[in-house]
């Protein structure tokens, strides 16, 4: 197979019916034949051989969900697809409208770990569907074995002064990292879900919520830390991927980077999952031990250090679509009037089309965000059981041998 689709679907909650996941929210039978109605059409629609779910709470929920789009697709192939009787059915139009199913294909979920099935304090993990299966046993990454520790350095002039740090032992959501084979390459997956923008407020020993959360007693700046201890965890959980992904990258491997980073592409966060942009020439620029004004890299120690760069930088499928067809109306998130892009697939330089030594390269990019609504209304009910994410597509084609 040289072509082959990579999708990102952020599904909302998918659980079965009649099952706490957070605090008095949960499906009816109804609501959840609706939801998953809905979630079958749009994997039917999406058609894509690699799909990296998020906010699965349970794999038979997803799996009834991946059943349900394989029927549908079953009844459009007999509906629309000629047999061989028909002189014409040899045309390329209906090997393109043809839906694959996914019964042979391979699913890897990972739980969320701190998740223990209590109703109502329930926690999301993800999943990665694959129809070409997996090279190896996908991998689950979340418990740190070592704890990832963040010192801060002292301001000049408080040398010697106590500037504490920030110790991450456990990622808020699981990343799942599976290696794929995909024609005559296997490329390393990672879908992940980072900590979102929800504020995190500390909940005083013996009481029953958190100071900041009750709002008849609004308090701004309770509220802002609780945005700051979110964005601290994204940053760190962030940096976790990116330690995952050099690993993958310096041993070779192609590597594919997907999922609800919470965060718009040019944010900390996703700077800190795509690696740093070079500097235009590394020989304008002041050396790290320079002794004089003009003690700069050479040029020989520009051009290593502008190839270390980007040897490990990721690139967003987003952004080269809209360099290759001038579109700009590219979104899978809206809240408060606000649509920005937080989910992506990030790919590395092997499939850059201005990097001479890539595999293959992204034909198109497409996005389903029709039915997005504006979030400042989380009650309206169509916003519960769809998506409150757009899926993204990115249409890939490999080199010939």
């Known amino acids: 197979m040289r072509d082959f689709t990579i999708a990102s679907f952020n599904v909302k909650n998918l659980i079965g019916p009649d099952r706490e996941y957070y605090r008095f929210q949960s499906y009816t039978p109804e609501e959840f034949a609706w939801k998953k109605d809905w979630l079958a059409d749009q ?19 997803l799996t009834e969900v991946i059943e349900e789009a394989d029927a549908r697709g079953a009844a459009l192939n007999a509906a629309a697809i000629p047999d061989a009787s028909r002189r014409y059915h040899k045309k390329a139009i209906f090997r393109k409208l043809a839906y694959r199913a996914y019964e042979d294909a391979s699913l890897a979920f990972a739980p969320n770990a701190a ?63 599976a290696r794929i084979p995909v024609g005559d390459q296997v490329i390393t997956v990672f879908n992940c879900h980072l900590k979102s923008k929800l504020g995190e407020y500390v909940t005083p020993e ?5 100071p900041e ?57 996703s700077e800190i ?79 850059h089309p201005d990097h001479p030594g890539r595999i293959g390269e992204m034909d198109y990019f497409s996005v389903l965000n029709d039915h997005l609504t504006d979030g400042s209304h989380p009650e309206a009910p ?10 993204i597509i990115a249409h890939m084609r490999l080199n010939d041998g």
């Open 382 to 391: 169509y916003n519960k059981l769809a998506s409150d994410h757009g899926q």
């Open 213 to 269: 959360q009750d709002l008849t007693r609004y308090d701004p700046l309770g509220r802002v830390m609780g945005s700051l201890r979110a964005a601290t965890r994204r940053m760190a959980e962030a940096w976790v991927l990116r330690r995952e992904i050099l690993i993958e990258l310096d041993a070779g491997h192609p590597v594919m980077a997907l999922g609800d980073f919470n965060d718009g592409e040019h944010a900390v966060s």
């Open 206 to 210: 013996g009481a029953g919520f958190a």
């Open 273 to 351: 999952v795509t690696g740093e942009v070079p500097f235009r020439n590394y020989a304008w620029m002041l050396r790290h031990d320079a002794r004089h004004h003009s003690d700069r890299y050479s040029a020989e120690e520009a051009r290593r250090i502008t190839e270390d760069v980007e040897r490990v930088r990721l690139h967003s499928a987003e952004k080269l679509f809209v360099r290759k067809s001038l579109r700009d109306m590219v979104y899978t998130a809206a809240f408060g009037g606000n649509f920005e892009s937080i989910d992506q697939i990030f790919l590395s330089r092997h499939f």
């Open 43 to 61: 994997l039917l629609t999406m058609d894509a051989d690699i799909v990296g779910f998020q906010e699965i709470f349970e794999e038979e929920a």
């Open 115 to 177: 998740d223990a099935g209590i109703a109502g304090q329930r926690r999301p993990g993800v999943a990665i569907l694959s129809r070409t299966g997996f090279a190896e046993e996908p991998e689950v990454i979340q418990d740190l074995d070592t704890p990832l520790t963040i010192p801060f350095h002292p301001l000049r002039g408080l040398e010697g002064g106590e500037s504490g740090a920030f110790t991450l032992h456990r990622l808020s959501r699981p990343i799942l990292k």
